[in-house]
């Protein structure tokens, strides 16, 4: 008998990878200069792009495709770039800013994510 691992833990060991690329992506925009919510969304970016090919082939096993991405980072980038925005007005410390958008993506990014890569929308992602 063979088990599967549950696509939630799946999720959250490719967040944990991505969360890693998005914390030293975000550091380091910030060391040379940058704002929160620019370093935040290029971090974001940079961190989705692998996600966004973990989560296809190791989470849900479905095909990438342009349409899928381009869906995905705009639906997490728009989640990205206002928690940036939320943090640079209410001068919040860059790390608050990190750790409450790793918190609330997790569970929001999986659910989107089930939804994108749901195979019964391939035809929608072609």
């Known amino acids: 008998m063979s088990r599967r691992m549950p696509a939630f833990l799946k999720y959250l060991i490719v967040g944990i990878l991505n969360t890693t690329v998005h914390v030293v992506v975000f550091a380091a925009l910030l060391a040379a200069g940058n704002d929160q919510a620019l370093s935040n969304l290029v971090a974001f970016v940079a961190a ?27 639906g997490m980038g728009s989640l990205s770039a206002s928690l ?43």
């Open 48 to 74: 989705l792009s692998f996600s966004f090919f973990a989560n296809a082939r190791f989470t849900f096993r479905v095909p990438v495709s342009l349409m899928r991405y381009c869906v995905f980072v705009a």
């Open 84 to 126: 940036g925005y939320i943090a640079d007005s209410q001068g919040w410390p860059p790390p608050l800013t990190v750790g409450l958008f790793c918190l609330v993506s997790l569970p929001l990014g999986f659910v989107f994510s089930r939804w994108v890569f749901t195979e019964k929308r391939t035809w929608i992602f072609r």
